[in-house]
Nanobody, 123 residues
């Protein structure tokens, strides 16, 4: 079993920054790919950023490239999402997810999901 818990969400002004964290339990965290997804009210959940099992490869949606950075600390079983230059359209619940595959498609088919943390960006 794998349990994920996000933290770090909150209210921030446009142009500001937030850093989200995802703490994981389980023995196999270091072999899992990890990702961040988000879901705005009335919209489907969408991919934000992904990172390979060893942190060597990262992926970003076009909407966040150059502004968000995903990273991981396997020793601490933690994944991070540094969000800079935030925009009102970034407002959403952000979810951490894990996949047993080393290079998954980062779709909605991830194996494990956290409960989410809310990020609200004001104008």
């Amino acid at each position: 079993q794998v349990q994920l818990e996000e933290s770090g969400g909150g209210l921030v002004q446009a142009g500001g920054s937030l850093k989200l964290s995802c703490a994981a339990s389980g023995r196999s965290f270091s072999s899992y790919a990890m990702g961040w997804f988000r879901q705005a009210p009335g919209k489907e959940r969408e991919f934000v950023a992904g990172i390979s099992w060893n942190g060597g490869i990262t992926y970003y949606s076009d909407s966040v490239k150059g502004r968000f950075t995903i990273s991981r600390n396997n020793a601490k079983k933690t994944v991070f999402l540094q969000m800079n230059s935030l925009k009102p359209e970034d407002t959403a619940s952000y979810y951490c997810a894990a996949d047993e595959r080393p290079f998954p498609p980062f779709s909605g088919g991830m194996d494990y999901w956290g409960k989410g943390t809310l990020v609200t960006v004001s104008s």
